[in-house]
């Protein structure tokens, strides 16, 4: 039974995420990267309402380890040596850095290591990027 033994595992995915008030291209071009998901404030959700909001979503991570630090790095790491770029782009726009995390925690399994790194923490604190967990237990 797949779905059983899924329930049992944990799981876990990370993503660097920008949102506010920007247009998702100029910060692709600026970075030289590019997401796997954005959107403009006025495009439409899959419901045909405006979002309200810009995002720019880089680095999805769902490899899972259970050292979840390792995916966190693991996102960021096209992003460490940009950290002058991230600040320009905090400086030229309205917007938040996020580094998010979203643990799916098995009731019947060991909870992953979920601390961030020095490595994370130095990033985080040089671009005034949040950590966000998401934190899902299931039984």
């Known amino acids: 039974m797949e779905t059983a033994r899924k329930k049992e595992e944990n799981q876990c995915y990370t993503y660097f995420r920008i949102v506010g008030d920007f247009d998702p291209d100029k910060i692709s071009v600026k970075l030289g990267l590019q997401p796997y998901e954005s959107w403009k404030a006025e495009d439409k959700n899959k419901f045909e309402h405006e979002y309200g909001f810009s995002a720019w979503h880089f680095g999805k991570c769902e490899e ?11 996102t960021i790491a096209p992003l460490l040596d940009k950290t002058d770029v991230l600040n320009q782009i905090r400086n030229e726009n309205v917007v938040n850095f996020y580094l998010e995390v979203v643990p799916f925690v098995s009731s019947y399994n060991d ?3 979920l601390a961030p790194s020095l490595k ?11 950590i966000d967990i998401d934190l899902y237990v299931c039984d």
């Open 64 to 74: 899972y380890k259970i050292v979840v630090t390792e995916q966190m790095e693991e």
């Open 111 to 113: 909870n992953p290591c």
């Open 120 to 130: 994370v923490m130095d990033f985080c604190t040089a671009t005034r990027t949040e």
